[in-house]
């Protein structure tokens, strides 16, 4: 660039491009407007940890921690203790994921990685994502009248072969932990499938030809390269679908049971956290509204236990590439 | 038009690899068209002309890299020790094995320094010393004094240059007969490049190289052959083509080039 010999001296030059003041505030504004808007998420989420926390203080103060680990749920004697809750919300959440994430990530590799035309692939993703639209109402009704006694004759076998077992105790009756888990398979499935997919397609084209350029098979090259490449998107996506799997409410009361009798088999009904909450709040007064803000409680901290075991395996497996 | 420059080509030593008429399409599209070539064994080749002349398909042809892009087919014989690399009963992982790849950006895989290196070196069933093998391909990589002290640590903390040589080393490992580098220097500083270009002497000495290069002084440099491709529209007008124009020594080349094309790329006039 040249500068002429007539240009002005080089102050000048700067400030005829100083900013207007109006131009200063808007910038100004809008810092406090996100700013602003930014703490409302956060005054929101501890107002309703307080909230929470003051409404059960009256049954942390009876109970302590035999609510935990006691189970008997008796309003008639105010006795309230929630380990059938919190063991069918553990037990129903860890199963469904055992059975969703090898199927998530096993769809997420096939529409990945150009095993079939694009079409297809397409298709089967879409499908993914149209499943997760389904609203999880409509997908209780389903689970109640048309999964639970196509599965039976299956239960019922589980039953026959195990029935030494105090998982597969007992004969299925209907309703039941064991179809509960199977919903919530179907509901945290596209959360897995979807989140896997990107990861996958994240995953730089270079990586992918470099193992294939030292002589990888593409099973070799998906599992030393690729998966390791995206596991900790993949584990992200898994964490959030465990989250979903312990909050999930509507589907899993429908279909549970909502025993408040303690039993560990699979095929007999259950409950969880969720569903006990959704099931007696509206009868509840006194000790047994503080009880259920007590569950309430557990349950969210459950839920942030696993979010942040989440951020801190997302940390460590993360690579950079 | 280049089928005299070819038979010239094979006086010299013995042919490693010989593209025999081969036309190679992405879906309907040819991108490039009736070449013939001899690669001698033992030497260095480079790969030059515009961009979309087709020299990387061609080079990603030679091991079967153009099997991950969808669409990609290929006409005529691409013979390797005499083998047609297209044959049905050529497993294409085996080829690569055999035939490696240097890309044009470094891609280290996301493992330590030393698991890049043992990785390719153990699925190709290396049995022997490891710790051996992982400081012998640094060194032909000339890159060895820069990892010693930080084998365990990531691939990625090494400087581009580095990384570049890193991969040279990953592929080296694999003690494969023939190395084909995509633009290895593209992405590199000029210190980076020199020493990847030395590199590339040290290797010759025990493999063949195949570059694909858009720097001519790098073709002079490291090259013993070059290859000169063009692109030209077709008729029906649905792009450019690319064709083999000339393929001699780097000397002919760059200094007597037997077509006119040849002459005005060499000489700066287009491309």
């Not at chain 1, 000048?12 to 930014?38: I, M, N, V, W």
């Not at chain 1, 409680?297 to 942030?304: C, E, N, P, R």
């Not at chain 2, 240059?161 to 633009?183: F, K, S």
């Not at chain 2, 073709?219 to 083999?244: C, P």
Request: aromatic share 8%.
């Amino acid at each position: 660039m040249t500068s002429a010999p007539t240009s002005p001296p080089a102050t000048a030059d700067f400030s005829l491009r100083r900013r207007p003041a109006s131009e200063k505030l808007l910038d100004q504004g809008f810092h406090y407007l996100t700013l602003a808007l930014a703490s409302f998420v956060g005054l929101l989420l501890l107002a309703i940890v307080l909230t929470v926390f003051h409404g059960a203080r009256e049954a942390i103060a009876t109970f302590g921690a035999r609510f935990i680990t006691t189970s008997s749920w008796d309003p008639v004697n105010n006795q309230y203790g929630a380990f059938v809750a919190i063991y069918g919300t553990l037990v129903t959440a860890f199963l469904s994921l055992l059975i969703a994430v090898p199927l998530g990530i096993g769809t997420a590799i096939f529409i990945t990685e150009d095993l079939i035309p694009t079409q297809l692939r397409n298709l089967i993703g879409l499908m993914v994502e149209l499943l997760a639209a389904i609203p999880s109402v409509v997908l209780g009704l389903w689970a109640i009248f048309v999964m639970e006694p196509a599965i039976r004759p299956a239960l019922n076998l589980l039953h026959t072969l195990f029935w030494w077992s105090p998982f597969f105790a007992g004969e299925p009756q209907g309703p039941g932990m064991a179809p509960a888990i199977l919903i919530l398979v179907v509901m945290i499935l596209p959360i897995i499938t979807a989140i896997s997919r990107d990861a996958l397609n994240q995953v730089p084209v270079e990586l992918r030809q470099g193992a294939y350029g030292v002589g990888t098979t593409r099973w070799g090259a998906l599992m030393n390269i690729i998966l390791p490449a995206a596991i900790s998107a993949i584990t992200g996506g898994i964490m959030l679908a465990l989250g979903r799997a312990m909050g999930e409410t509507m589907a899993v009361t429908m279909i549970i049971g909502n025993s408040l009798n303690f039993d560990l088999s699979l095929l007999a009904p259950g409950n969880t956290i969720a569903s006990m909450l959704a099931n007696q709040f509206g009868e509840a007064d006194g000790i047994q509204v503080s009880a259920l803000m007590f569950a309430a409680l557990i349950l969210m901290i459950l839920t942030l236990v696993v979010n942040i075991i989440a951020q801190w395996i997302v940390r460590r497996l993360s690579l950079k590439y | 038009m280049t089928n005299t420059a070819t038979n010239q080509t094979s006086t010299g030593s013995d042919v490693c690899m010989s593209l025999q008429n081969v036309t190679i399409s992405y879906g309907k599209f040819e991108a490039v068209r009736n070449v013939f070539m001899d690669i001698p064994h033992g030497r260095v080749t480079a790969f030059i002309g515009p961009s979309g002349c087709g020299k990387s398909t061609v080079l990603r042809a030679l091991n079967r890299m153009n099997d991950l892009v969808p669409g990609c087919s290929l006409k005529g014989r691409v013979l390797f020790d005499g083998n047609d690399l297209y044959d049905r009963r050529i497993d294409p992982v085996e080829v690569r094995r055999r035939i490696g790849m240097v890309f044009q950006k470094p891609n280290p895989f996301p493992k330590t320094i030393y698991e890049n290196i043992a990785f390719g070196a153990r699925i190709n069933g290396f049995k022997g010393d490891m710790d051996e093998l992982v400081e012998r391909s640094l060194r032909k990589a000339a890159v060895w004094d820069e990892c010693k002290d930080k084998l365990q640590e990531s691939g990625f903390a090494l400087s581009g240059g580095q990384q570049q040589r890193l991969c040279i080393a990953r592929a080296i490992a694999t003690e494969p007969e023939v190395i084909l580098m995509d633009e290895p220097c593209s992405a590199l500083d000029p210190i980076s490049t020199l020493k990847i270009e030395e590199t590339m002497h040290e290797l010759k000495r025990s493999y063949t190289i195949v570059i694909v290069t858009h720097n001519m002084q790098q073709a002079v440099r490291v090259a013993d052959m070059t290859a000169f491709f063009n692109a030209e529209a077709v008729e029906g007008g649905s792009g450019k083509v690319g064709y083999l124009v000339e393929f001699n020594d780097t000397e002919r080349i760059f200094n007597a080039p037997s077509q006119q094309a040849t002459q005005d790329y060499v000489s700066g006039r287009f491309g």
